[in-house]
């Protein structure tokens, strides 16, 4: 199994940034592919970022591409969403996910953590 904990969310007006950080234990966080997903108000689950097990690849959703950057650090078990440039439709609650294959989510899911970009 994979236990999955974000941190960082907040309240952020309209083009300040946010750093999410989600720390992993249990299963091999270092061999999995990770991502972030995120869920607004009336909306279904969407895909965000992910990262390889390596961090040497990165993928982003068009909507966030040049504003957000995934990473991850394997010594400390952790992902991270640096949000720049944040806009009102990034407003939703964000979640850590692995193990990735290609773009579908994997079993394990984070408890969410709240992002409210305010104008």
């Known amino acids: 199994q994979m236990q999955l904990v974000e941190s960082g969310g907040g309240l952020v007006q309209a083009g300040g940034s946010l750093r999410l950080s989600c720390t992993a234990s249990g299963r091999t966080f270092s061999n999995s592919k990770m991502g972030w997903f995120r869920q607004a108000p009336g909306k279904e689950r969407e895909f965000v970022a992910a990262v390889s097990w390596s961090g040497g690849s990165t993928y982003y959703a068009d909507s966030v591409k040049g504003r957000f950057t995934i990473s991850r650090d394997n010594a400390k078990n952790t992902v991270y969403l640096q949000m720049n440039s944040l806009k009102l439709e990034d407003t939703a609650v964000y979640y850590c996910?692995?193990?990735?294959?290609?773009?579908?989510?994997?079993?394990?899911w984070g408890q969410g953590t709240q992002v409210t970009v305010s104008s």
């Open positions: 996910n692995g193990p990735m294959r290609l773009f579908i989510p994997g079993a394990y």
